[in-house]
């Protein structure tokens, strides 16, 4: 038990990976909360309001109830009617309040005696008995009874010409008049279908927004195992899925082509840099043997050096790219005039009898620019080597110009070009292309770092133009600092 404690220092005791949700387990239950409270708060307010409405349609009944009361038990000769009428007038008016229980109701004289009331007992006091003229003086007002209830009292008084003879009384407790199941029971019912059809919208649209996602993070998988022939469904309606799908897949397909590329890399720089050094093993040992003696022996020691220089260019490109792509490869820009960078560099290519003739137009004004004459000189090679590698026979132009604010060199030749296929993919850091991979080593850094320089110095190098007739590559550098 100790030995095996000790050998993961009790970090699976600890550590305990987070158990993550689905998307649609995650954003289905928190849209259902919503939707619930949403429901809720609309259930809240739709019972307010419909209690309220309520109420004030029946007590509008009950003001026209006690008026046509008011009305009937009037004779005509100013008398008040005090028999049953008035009773018989609530039975046949009751279906129209639709309320459960007949309101109570009184009629009183104008110094508030009960002439004929329909309760018996209770707090509706009896016929010959007096109310507080706060109950019928009042057109609407609310009391409170027995056990906390409140009720509502209206008033409609009785009238023979301009003189008032009573009052007719209607009083009905706050919550008959507001019991309304029916209605509930509909908005319930409103309510439940509203919250049954938007958990299956939910559902629905949750699980097509998961579905790419899902997809996407399988085919993610099996990147990470090194899988990247990614086969992806149709893309979704949705902008932004459908170009994380795209996006995905274009990853996919560029993580392939570089994977083929490292690994051809890899063969490549073995064999690139082992075959100057097998060469240089063989021609040393053949002098060390004296197997080559005298001037042979000399020239075996100079294809040694030439061996040699081939695999320090080699290296230093490498070390060049690598520094540069970190950041640490120094620029010293300061302003200088063009046209003694190019006659100079023209002079060094030159100097070697092997190399294509080197043809430079030169504006008619002198151009001053801020730059780094190492590094132009570096880009410049660069290009003019790449299509010394590429002419037989001809030769490589350098044509100066200028626009507002940029220097425009092209270097231009009229070798066969490059594939159309592979010219996405010659500014590649280790990519060459077929044909010249058998015929120049190499790691394929040159064009990557040119690049890099150029865009260090604020310019840019690109490819303007390739074909059976030739090839422009265009290198704008700023005429002023940037």
């Known amino acids: 038990m100790t030995s095996k404690h000790c050998g993961d220092w009790g970090i699976s005791g600890v550590y305990k990976p987070e158990q993550r949700k689905t998307i ?218 459908a170009e994380l799908m795209d996006s995905f897949t274009d990853m996919a397909a ?29 021609l040393i040992q053949a002098v060390k043997d004296d197997i080559v003696e005298g001037s042979e022996a000399k020239e075996y020691l100079d294809l040694s050096l030439k061996e040699m220089e081939r695999l320090q260019v080699m290296i230093q490109d490498l070390l060049s790219f690598n520094t540069y792509a970190a950041g640490a490869l120094p620029m010293y820009k300061k302003h200088q005039p063009l046209r003694p960078i190019l006659t100079h560099f023209q002079k060094q290519w030159q100097s070697d009898p092997d190399h294509i003739q080197l043809d430079v137009q030169f504006p008619e004004e002198e151009m001053v620019l801020p730059v780094d004459d190492h590094r132009l000189k570096q880009i410049l090679f660069n290009l003019v080597q790449n299509a010394d590698q590429a002419v037989q026979e001809g030769k490589v132009m350098i044509d100066v110009t200028r626009d507002a604010s940029h220097l425009i060199m092209n270097v231009s030749d009229n070798g066969p070009g490059i594939p159309e296929e592979e010219q996405p993919l010659i500014f590649e850091r280790f990519y060459r292309g077929k044909n010249k991979k058998l015929k120049q080593r190499g790691l394929g850094l040159g064009l990557p770092l040119s690049r890099m320089l150029a865009e260090a110095q604020g310019g840019k190098l690109e490819l303007t133009r390739s074909s059976e007739n030739g090839t422009i590559f265009t290198l704008k550098l700023p005429l002023h600092e940037v």
């Not at 009384?169 to 439940?192: F, P």
């Not at 490292?262 to 093993?281: C, I, N, Q």
Request: hydrophobic share 40%; glycine share 8%; proline share 3%.
């Open 24 to 241: 649609f387990h995650y954003w289905s239950r928190r849209y259902l909360a919503t939707l619930l409270i949403g429901l809720i708060l609309i259930a809240a307010g739709s019972v307010w309001w419909i209690k309220k409405t309520t109420v004030d349609h029946r007590l509008n009944l009950m003001h026209i109830v006690g008026q046509e009361i008011a009305d009937r038990i009037v004779t005509t000769n100013g008398r008040i009617l005090s028999g049953p009428l008035f009773e018989e007038i609530l039975r046949n008016r009751a279906g129209e309040l639709d309320v459960s229980e007949t309101p109570a109701a009184l009629i009183v004289t104008d110094q508030g005696e009960i002439l004929v009331t329909n309760q018996r007992g209770g707090q509706i006091r009896n016929a010959g008995d007096y109310v507080d003229e706060s109950l019928y003086k009042t057109t609407e007002s609310v009391v409170s009874l027995d056990r906390n209830q409140r009720a509502y009292v209206i008033s409609e008084p009785v009238e023979s010409g301009e003189e008032t003879l009573g009052y007719v009384v209607l009083v009905n407790d706050k919550e008959t008049l507001s019991r309304l199941n029916q209605e509930y029971g509909l908005l319930a019912l409103l309510l439940g279908g509203v919250g049954l059809l938007g958990w299956g919208v939910i559902y629905y649209l949750t699980r097509q927004l998961s579905k790419p996602l899902k997809e996407t993070a399988r085919a993610a998988r099996r990147v990470s195992e090194g899988s990247y022939d990614i086969q992806m469904s149709s893309p979704p309606k949705e902008k932004e899925l």
């Open 254 to 282: 560029k993580l392939k082509q570089l994977e083929e590329m490292r690994t051809e890399l890899l063969a490549g720089v073995t064999h690139d840099l082992k075959t100057p050094v097998t060469s240089m093993s063989g």
